[in-house]
């Protein structure tokens, strides 16, 4: 029984070659992105909550909607790597960079116009008014800066995508690594005015974390195109923007409902967290505190996540037999699975200490190590969900992925925050507790689904004209 879900060495070896420097990359990153987090807590409550509006709300769907943005292409790039056809890799890649900036311009100038009614919609529980006005400028300075990291971004999610789907994940690792000491760094200097510069508080923060997206950005590019032997995929590809009309159709076929997913899984997970502010302004300082922690605790399992897609995709590519696929499909799984219970403890543990290092009142420390606790119990659902995701999404499944992650959100999470947050007296932990729990049916529903087999599809057969 043990083995069908353990394996041996040499499967740990192959999976760990690529899942290694994801796991790395997003460790450090999010590492950087606690100690951000911590500097600004230093500031005041309003500064915490207006990065955190623009943070984990706003630009969450800006990012979120870029790896979706790349996915559709993303599930044939794993294909072609997989049957080793470099042309296809080409086209798949030339698409990833036209589509995600033009939608970095487009949601640019959305936020640009928009960013004080979009911010004030955090702003409605009950609390300091002074406090909400405070927390609406702070959001609205930080948010003027960040618009200009938002193409640098969207370019390096397209390079780096691709390279991790053909194997290559060491040079966005390294990248990305040099990119958040830079953002450090320049956090250290601009929040506070270190060596001569001027204290410049939020926008500080913000402008550190555009000049870092530039630094990944330029060497992501570079090292690309200085190692074509490596990547072969990249000689000629900005000659044209010529993408063979079979396989764009196919790309948008499969890719469209991914997009489409993204987009409104970020809404729902933005109204759910609005749904979640109204129990008082309290809660948006406190759940800052505790999703900062709560993400560098699922850095292992998200980053296998993204492995299992990889994976699942090469093979399809490779027409590996479904048995082969099945048995890797449910040790990776259950790895990443068991890294949930594992970090979920480890969360627990300092759940305790972890708030006291804001510079906040009381009460948000004492609502966020509460927080912490409810999401590090509930975390191994969350480390399930992820790998069944990725699944369904690499053998080009699109429409089924979307309902099995998109529908929990719409028709699970915001529903129930929704009523609960308007009509009923419950404090916020209980919403957030009942709100969280729901993803014990979405690992029900995936886990059906992966067993059935419906997901397993060839898509990389050669779509030339």
Not at 130 to 140: D, S, V
Not at 217 to 235: G, L
Not at 320 to 333: A, F, G, H, S, V
Request: one cysteine or more; glycine letters at 10%.
């Amino acid at each position: 029984m043990l083995k069908r879900y353990v394996g041996d060495r040499a499967f740990y070896s192959r999976i760990f070659a690529v899942a290694l420097p994801i796991i790395i990359q997003n460790a450090i990153t999010n590492f950087v992105a606690l100690l951000d987090n911590i500097m600004v807590g230093q500031l005041a409550t309003a500064q915490i909550s207006g990065v955190t509006i623009v943070n984990n709300n706003l630009m969450f769907i800006f990012n979120i909607c870029m790896f979706g943005a790349a996915a559709g292409a993303g599930i044939f790039t794993t294909q072609f790597r997989g049957s080793g056809d470099d042309e296809g890799i080409r086209y798949t890649f030339r698409f990833k960079i036209l589509l995600c900036g033009i939608l970095s311009l487009i949601a640019g100038f959305a936020f640009y116009f928009w960013s004080d009614p979009l911010i004030g919609l955090y702003l409605k529980g009950d609390g300091d008014a002074q406090l909400a006005a405070e927390t609406l400028t702070a959001g609205r300075e930080y948010m003027y800066v960040m618009l200009w990291g938002m193409l640098p971004f969207a370019i390096t999610n397209a390079y780096a995508g691709t390279l991790r789907e053909c194997g290559k994940p060491t040079m966005p690792m390294v990248a990305g690594i040099i990119a958040t000491f830079v953002n450090l760094v320049g956090n250290y200097i601009l929040i506070f005015g270190h060596f001569g510069a001027p204290a410049m508080g939020v926008r500080g923060a913000a402008l550190a974390t555009v000049i870092s997206r530039y630094v990944e950005m330029v060497i992501v590019i570079a090292w690309t195109h200085a190692h074509t032997q490596q990547n072969p995929y990249a000689k000629g590809l900005y000659r044209s923007a010529h993408i063979p009309g079979k396989l764009l159709g196919s790309i948008m076929v499969k890719g469209t409902p991914l997009l489409i997913n993204e987009f409104f899984w970020t809404v729902g997970m933005a109204f759910v967290n609005q749904c979640y502010s109204t129990c008082g302004l309290d809660v948006v300082p406190a759940m800052s505190i505790s999703t900062t922690i709560y993400n560098l605790a699922a850095v292992v399992f998200r980053s296998l996540g993204n492995t299992v897609g990889i994976f699942m995709g090469q093979m399809l590519g490779a027409r590996r037999p479904t048995e082969e696929l099945m048995d890797t499909n449910r040790k990776m799984t259950a790895m990443a699975a068991f890294s949930g219970v594992f970090f979920g403890a480890v969360v627990l543990s300092l759940s305790g200490v972890f708030p006291r290092l804001y510079n906040t009142t009381a009460e948000v420390q004492t609502l966020a190590a509460r927080t912490i606790m409810v999401a590090a119990v509930l975390m191994p659902l969350q480390a399930y969900s992820f790998p069944v995701y990725f699944t369904l999404r690499a053998g080009g499944k699109t429409v089924m992925t979307t309902l099995f992650d998109c529908g929990s959100i719409w028709f699970l999470y915001l529903p129930i925050s929704f009523l609960l947050s308007r009509f009923t007296n419950l404090p916020f932990l209980a919403i957030f507790a009942i709100c969280n729990s729901t993803d014990l049916i979405k690992c029900i529903v995936g886990s059906a689904l992966i067993r059935s087999g419906n997901w397993i599809q060839h898509l990389a057969a050669p779509e030339k004209e």
